[in-house]
């Protein structure tokens, strides 16, 4: 992860190794990439409910864990009625 800097004070989403899904407001990062989250939830899809959030507060989450971070659009991510989604939870990687 080159640069990490730009994602700081900013709403982001993490998927993680494991299949989770957490959003949050990134309020640091170090060196190997570990992330710093406040105000997080983990997002938990299923093909027959719809997301459910959990609130996970100040979270840590090692750098060697991420996937992918990605910038939510608040205007975007407010207009989608999470109870409607519907969708297969991702699977953990195996190596």
């Known amino acids: 992860m080159s640069s990490l800097q730009g994602y700081v004070d900013r709403r982001v989403l993490l998927i993680l190794q494991d299949g989770r899904a957490i959003v949050g407001i990134m309020a640091g990062y170090d060196q190997k ?6 105000d997080s939830k983990e997002r938990v899809y299923s093909p ?3 997301v459910e959030e959990i609130p996970l507060g100040l979270y840590l989450v090692k750098g060697d864990m991420v996937v992918l971070i990605g910038e939510i659009d608040d205007a975007l991510d407010a207009a989608v009625d ?5 969708a297969e939870p991702i699977p953990p990687i195996r190596y």
Do not use: F, I
């Not at 999470?82 to 519907?86: A, D, E, I, P």
């Open 33 to 38: 990439s570990n992330v710093v989250l406040s």
């Open 48 to 50: 027959d409910e719809g």
């Open 82 to 86: 999470l109870s409607t989604v519907r």
